[in-house]
T-cell receptor
Framework: NAGVTQTPKFQVLKTGQSMTLQCAQD?????MYWYRQDPGMGLRLIYY???????DKGEVPNGYNVSRLNKREFSLRLESAAPSQTSVYFC??????????FGPGTRLTVT | GQQLNQSPQSMFIQEGEDVSMNCTSS?????WLWYKQDPGEGPVLLIA?????ELTSNGRLTAQFGITRKDSFLNISASIPSDVGIYFC????????????FGQGTTLQVKP
C-alpha cells in the first residue's frame, strides 16, 4: 500500500498562475483533508471532504477550491496564485479511529 | 478560536537523555494524537489517545491523556539522533467531521 500520495513534490508559480495539487489514498478511507504548513504555525486546515461527493471549508479556505473526484482522490486548486500562498501543502485521509495519515507534501513557491 | 499550546517550542538535548513535552488547551478534547515530522516529510502518527487518563506507549515513546481532557504529554526515553524532528500534538474537534486542531510543534535536536 502506498498510503497517501501527492503530486507534484515541488512547484514554482508566478503570481496569477493557476495549478492543481493532486492527492490520492489507497486505504479506502471516507474522509480526506487539505492542510497548509507555514513556519511556526503548525498545520491549518484548508478544506476537507467527509465523504465522496461532499466538501467543506476549513480554517483558511480563501483562494482555494477543492474537488473530491472519487473516494480515492481529492484535489486542491489555486485559481490565481498569490505570494501569500507560498507554503507546504499536505493531504491527509482519516482512519476509523479518527487518526489521520499524511502524504509527503507539495512545496509551493509563488513569486 | 480553539488553540493548542505546545511547550517547549524547541529543545536541544544530549543523546541518551529523556525528553518531556506537553500540549495544553482551554477546550476539552476526546481524542489526542501525537505526530512526528522529519525534515522534508509529512507528519507520521506516533500515538493516539482516546480516553482521559490513558497512558500509551510505543517503544521509547509514552503519551498520556490528561485527566481534565485539556492536556496531553509526550515523553521520549533515552533519546537517539533519529529522534530529531518536529513533534506535533493534535486534538480532535467535536462532531463527526474528524477535524483536528494542531499545536505549533516542538522542535527536538539531539546532540550525539
Amino acid at each position: 500500500n502506498a498510503g497517501v500520495t501527492q503530486t507534484p513534490k515541488f512547484q514554482v508559480l508566478k503570481t496569477g498562475q493557476s495549478m492543481t495539487l493532486q492527492c490520492a489514498q489507497d486505504m479506502n478511507h471516507n474522509s480526506m483533508y487539505w492542510y497548509r504548513q507555514d513556519p511556526g504555525m503548525g498545520l491549518r486546515l484548508i478544506y476537507y471532504s467527509a465523504s465522496e461527493g461532499t466538501t467543506d471549508k476549513g480554517e483558511v479556505p480563501n483562494g482555494y477550491n477543492v474537488s473530491r473526484l472519487n473516494k480515492r482522490e481529492f484535489s486542491l486548486r489555486l485559481e490565481s496564485a498569490a505570494p501569500s500562498q507560498t507554503s507546504v501543502y499536505f493531504c491527509a485521509s482519516r482512519g476509523y479511529l479518527y487518526e489521520q495519515y499524511f502524504g509527503p507534501g507539495t512545496r509551493l513557491t509563488v513569486t | 478560536g480553539q488553540q493548542l499550546n505546545q511547550s517547549p517550542q524547541s529543545m536541544f538535548i544530549q543523546e541518551g537523555e529523556d525528553v518531556s513535552m506537553n500540549c495544553t488547551s482551554s477546550s476539552i478534547f476526546n481524542t489526542w494524537l501525537w505526530y512526528k515530522q522529519d525534515p522534508g516529510e509529512g507528519p507520521v502518527l506516533l500515538i493516539a489517545l482516546y480516553k482521559a487518563g490513558e497512558l500509551t506507549s510505543n517503544g521509547r515513546l509514552t503519551a498520556q491523556f490528561g485527566i481534565t481532557r485539556k492536556d496531553s504529554f509526550l515523553n521520549i526515553s533515552a533519546s537517539i539522533p533519529s529522534d530529531v524532528g518536529i513533534y506535533f500534538c493534535a486534538g480532535l474537534l467535536s462532531g463527526n467531521t474528524g477535524k483536528l486542531i494542531f499545536g505549533q510543534g516542538t522542535t527536538l535536536q539531539v546532540k550525539p
